[in-house]
């Protein structure tokens, strides 16, 4: 894997190393889109994300972090993308890494992989989120350029309440939870990816968060960041960037 150094260099990661354990046994990523989305016509879940980024020239690289089972990992994955992206037709070039048992640690991987060329920036995206358009990519990669952190934000529809211990579809009227704080609706959101970092920092916040931050779930790379580096910035997200966690989200 060859790619250019520099300050301006943009690659991406791309996380698709979990196990799907809510899709009845099947691994989202390498399933089919339905066959009404044309313009993703017989891609994959992870064939459509990948290919998104692919499109974007300014991204030279993409690490792609898959299940750490030995190369049928790998194999798997890329059994699961259009040959041309195989095939470095579309000038970004594709690298495999294992990922590991948290997010977080399949980040650290990939993260790891990319350092000894040094990108500029990289974007972190979800590979259970085929919809990504590359229209979103440039945004995000114009505002990393201004402030160094930058995630899609999403606004909320209806009223969010934290409780006091966390709760599920059924309640429990022996143990019943309550509301800890009404949260205002209109500063907050919902984070999809991709995320976007000066590369060096997030490198050296993950590096922490394996050291200082174990025992800790961090549940995307923005709080990696917000620990050990300070604020990020939000842009507007996509309403069609929805990620992929039941069998019926993909229908």
Known sequence: MKLNQGSDTIAAVICAAGVSSRMAGVKKEYRLLPT???HKKG???L???VSAFAAVPEISAIVIAVPD???SGETAARNALPPELLE???GALIHFIPGSKTRRASVFNALNRLSAFNPGYVLIHDG????????LIRRIIAAVKNHGAVIPLMPLTETPKE???????SSDDAQPVYIKNHLRRAVTGTAQTPQAFTFAEILGAHQKAAVQGAGIEFTDDAEVWAAFCGPVAVIPGEAANRKITFPEDIC
Do not use: Y
């Open 88 to 90: 470095g037709k579309t």
């Open 69 to 71: 089972n030995c190369e």
């Open 36 to 38: 009404r989305d044309q």
């Open 43 to 45: 891609l994959t879940v």
């Open 163 to 169: 409780t006091d211990s966390p709760f599920g579809a």
């Open 47 to 49: 064939g459509a994300a």
């Open 128 to 135: 259970a989120r085929p919809w990504i358009s590359p229209d």
